[in-house]
């Protein structure tokens, strides 16, 4: 015959068991502590100032970080709209330049370099095409376009007959920093051609 549980009513307590019940551990009710809740409140009133200003810089920060988020995304779309249109345009140094001077340190700006420097060359301005590319290269030397940066600056330098410089420090560095790359293909085509030009084939 099951022996009868006395349960005792209990604050906060959904359900108690008996002793040596084997349903379940027995249940101990929960305990609340006004003062400590009293003293969390006084601490506060007390801090109010000091919580309130924490509170406001973190909502500071993140509005900053917010903010700084959406311009960039605005000035990217800027950049890229004026980009497009300077190569609507024919494109040309003076117009991707343009780009450019009115939109540092965006996606469009970086492209926009590479082309103007491109342009140059194709203007026969073969010493301002070099440095072009040349600083293209010391700027982003993690670009996709960084190797045709480098084979441009090479190609600058052989157009313009300095063919020491294109071989050193142009067609070589191209084809030692991007051995399997495009531009390391056409560099040893380049080199192939100045060294039979100079009739002194590399050996």
């Known amino acids: 015959m099951a022996r009868r549980c006395d349960v005792q009513r209990k604050q906060f307590v959904a359900c108690v068991y008996c002793g040596y019940s084997h349903d379940s551990p027995p249940v101990e009710p929960t305990e609340t502590h006004p003062d400590k809740l009293v003293d969390f409140w006084e601490w ?5 100032t000091q919580v309130s200003l924490a509170v406001i810089a973190a ?4 509005m900053i970080v917010y903010v700084k988020k959406v311009g960039k995304i605005q000035d990217e779309e800027l950049a890229a709209a ?17 780009v450019v001077d009115d939109n540092p340190g965006t996606t469009s700006a ?18 301002k095409a070099r440095k072009a590319f040349d600083s293209f290269y010391s700027s982003n030397p993690s670009s996709s376009l960084a190797s045709g940066a480098l084979f441009g600056a090479a190609a600058s330098r052989d157009a313009a007959r300095q063919a020491e ?3 050193k420090e142009g067609y070589q560095s191209v084809i030692r920093q991007y051995p399997n790359s495009p531009e390391a293909t056409q560099s040893r085509v380049a080199l192939a051609k100045l060294y039979l030009a100079k009739s002194t084939p590399d050996t």
């Open 82 to 98: 004026e980009f497009e249109a300077a190569i609507s345009q024919g494109g040309g140094s003076t117009n991707l330049q343009k």
């Open 44 to 48: 506060l009133v007390e801090n109010r």
């Open 59 to 62: 909502l500071g920060i993140g």
């Open 165 to 167: 410089g294109a071989i």
């Open 110 to 127: 970086i492209n926009a370099s590479f082309l103007a420097a491109s342009s140059l060359f194709d203007e026969r301005a073969y010493d």
